[in-house]
């Protein structure tokens, strides 16, 4: 694929961005303009090939991207995101000589939004099993029924992904493909009511029958863990893209905090940034940024250059995604702190990033989820059989339950 130089939000345009999010967040109402604006910009079509009328750009640029989008308004940058991580695991695929995920880059081409279906109450499983039902139609396509949650872009996708399990056969398969929005058979309700990333409106999906044709289903695989290039595919662009997003907020928080400390003087007229307390918080909090920012951008190259990390490459993943969560967290807590009592006003914007970056600890892989993928790369799996939590999963949308 050819790699453009770059691509980068217009200023103004991340301004505007800015202005709104406080709007979407008191609102509780999706991010409808930031869409509009940033389709016009060409945002959708970052990821595809310059010879489809995009911007060419790979894993490492998008998430510097997303970074700086998060910045602005963290909401909008997660939801859009998940458009972002299907075009980049469309991107991956093909690196791998594998062309299945072509539709997906077509899409993007034309402008179209693309969003999840995958994340279901109750499955810890994720991408290796389904309770959603998928019912063969004798001609190569299916019908989902299920219950799908955390649908970011919920009111404005095009087209959005959809798996489930064929009972059909000897042995069951996971199945997936591509719905539009015209096909009719996918409600959403109107449950998103959260502490932050208020703005992604990452629904409840009800696939009532929803049929795919065979011409949009994509991929039928086994149960269980698999390292098919489009499990690969989407947990590595998920897991960086959505690193960053929380890179973006860490940065954002740090801001905030020294411009509040600039701003500040005690009593006997000395400038709070010339605290050596606060310095020294500054100085630690800036460092914890630095190390998640290098470590989420090492990595993405990495993708791009398809270096072969072998077996390491989920521990990797996975811990980069979990230490820059805990780490946004941290800073975000620090900057409140260092700000001071203004930064508690429920109307300011470090108030919206302490509960926007909350949101990061219920993404996959979770914590817990990051530290036994970890321990089984160094130690080997746990001998008993009841423990038999999945090393790693992937999920979708803004928050998977």
């Given at each position: 694929?050819?790699?453009?130089?770059?691509?980068?939000?217009?200023?103004?345009?991340?301004?505007?961005i800015?202005?709104r999010?406080?709007?979407?967040?008191?609102e509780?109402?999706?991010?409808?303009?930031?869409?509009?604006?940033?389709?016009?910009?060409?945002?959708?079509?970052?990821?595809?090939?310059?010879?489809q009328?995009?911007?060419?750009?790979?894993l490492?640029?998008t998430?510097?991207?997303?970074r700086?989008l998060?910045?602005?308004?963290?909401?909008t940058?997660?939801?859009?995101?998940m458009h972002?991580?299907?075009?980049?695991?469309?991107?991956?695929?093909?690196a791998?000589?594998?062309?299945f995920?072509?539709?997906?880059?077509?899409?993007?081409a034309?402008d179209?939004?693309?969003?999840?279906?995958?994340?279901e109450?109750?499955?810890?499983r994720?991408l290796?099993?389904?309770?959603?039902?998928?019912?063969p139609?004798?001609a190569g396509?299916y019908?989902?029924?299920?219950?799908?949650?955390?649908?970011?872009?919920?009111?404005?996708?095009?087209v959005l992904s959809v798996?489930?399990k064929?009972v059909?056969?000897a042995?069951?398969?996971l199945?997936?493909?591509?719905?539009?929005?015209?096909?009719?058979?996918?409600?959403h309700?109107?449950?998103?009511?959260?502490?932050?990333m208020?703005a992604?409106?990452s629904r409840?999906?009800?696939?009532?029958?929803?049929?795919?044709?065979?011409?949009?289903?994509?991929?039928s695989?086994p149960?269980?863990?698999?390292?098919?290039p489009?499990?690969f595919?989407?947990f590595?662009?998920?897991e960086?893209l959505v690193a960053s997003?929380?890179?973006?907020?860490?940065?954002?928080?740090?801001?905030l905090?020294v411009?509040?400390v600039?701003a500040r003087r005690?009593?006997d007229?000395?400038l709070?940034?010339?605290?050596?307390d606060?310095r020294?918080?500054?100085?630690d909090?800036?460092g914890?940024?630095d190390?998640v920012?290098?470590?989420?951008?090492a990595?993405?190259?990495?993708v791009?250059e398809?270096v072969?990390?072998?077996s390491?490459w989920?521990?990797?993943?996975?811990g980069?995604k979990?230490?820059t969560?805990?780490?946004?967290q941290?800073?975000v807590d620090?900057?409140?702190?260092?700000?001071?009592?203004?930064?508690?006003?429920?109307?300011g914007?470090?108030?919206?990033?302490?509960r926007?970056?909350r949101?990061?600890?219920?993404?996959?892989?979770?914590r817990?989820?990051?530290?036994?993928?970890?321990?089984?790369?160094?130690?080997?799996p746990?001998s008993s059989a009841?423990?038999?939590?999945?090393?790693v999963?992937v999920?979708?949308?803004s928050i998977?339950?």
């Amino acid at each position: 694929m050819t790699e453009a130089n770059s691509w980068t939000v217009p200023a103004d345009l991340l301004t505007r961005i800015a202005e709104r999010a406080p709007r979407y967040d008191a609102e509780n109402a999706f991010c409808a303009e930031d869409l509009a604006e940033l389709r016009a910009a060409g945002y959708l079509r970052i990821g595809v090939p310059v010879a489809q009328g995009g911007s060419g750009l790979g894993l490492r640029a998008t998430a510097a991207v997303q970074r700086h989008l998060a910045q602005a308004a963290p909401a909008t940058a997660l939801g859009l995101g998940m458009h972002q991580v299907w075009v980049q695991a469309a991107r991956s695929v093909s690196a791998q000589g594998e062309s299945f995920l072509q539709t997906v880059t077509d899409h993007a081409a034309a402008d179209r939004l693309l969003a999840f279906g995958v994340s279901e109450p109750g499955n810890d499983r994720v991408l290796f099993d389904s309770t959603t039902s998928a019912e063969p139609d004798g001609a190569g396509g299916y019908r989902f029924t299920g219950t799908k949650v955390s649908t970011s872009l919920a009111p404005a996708w095009d087209v959005l992904s959809v798996f489930g399990k064929d009972v059909s056969g000897a042995e069951p398969r996971l199945v997936h493909g591509f719905a539009l929005r015209s096909d009719g058979g996918v409600r959403h309700l109107d449950d998103w009511d959260t502490l932050g990333m208020r703005a992604t409106q990452s629904r409840t999906t009800l696939l009532e029958g929803l049929h795919v044709p065979a011409e949009r289903m994509v991929r039928s695989l086994p149960l269980g863990p698999s390292a098919d290039p489009l499990v690969f595919g989407v947990f590595a662009a998920f897991e960086l893209l959505v690193a960053s997003v929380y890179v973006g907020i860490a940065t954002r928080a740090l801001e905030l905090a020294v411009e509040a400390v600039r701003a500040r003087r005690s009593m006997d007229g000395t400038l709070r940034s010339d605290d050596p307390d606060v310095r020294r918080a500054v100085a630690d909090a800036q460092g914890a940024v630095d190390a998640v920012a290098l470590q989420v951008d090492a990595l993405a190259r990495d993708v791009d250059e398809q270096v072969d990390h072998g077996s390491r490459w989920f521990p990797l993943l996975v811990g980069t995604k979990a230490r820059t969560v805990d780490t946004a967290q941290h800073v975000v807590d620090e900057a409140l702190r260092i700000a001071g009592g203004s930064g508690f006003r429920a109307t300011g914007e470090l108030a919206r990033l302490a509960r926007d970056v909350r949101a990061g600890q219920y993404h996959p892989s979770s914590r817990d989820s990051a530290a036994r993928t970890i321990a089984s790369a160094v130690l080997g799996p746990v001998s008993s059989a009841s423990a038999s939590a999945p090393a790693v999963s992937v999920a979708d949308g803004s928050i998977a339950s």
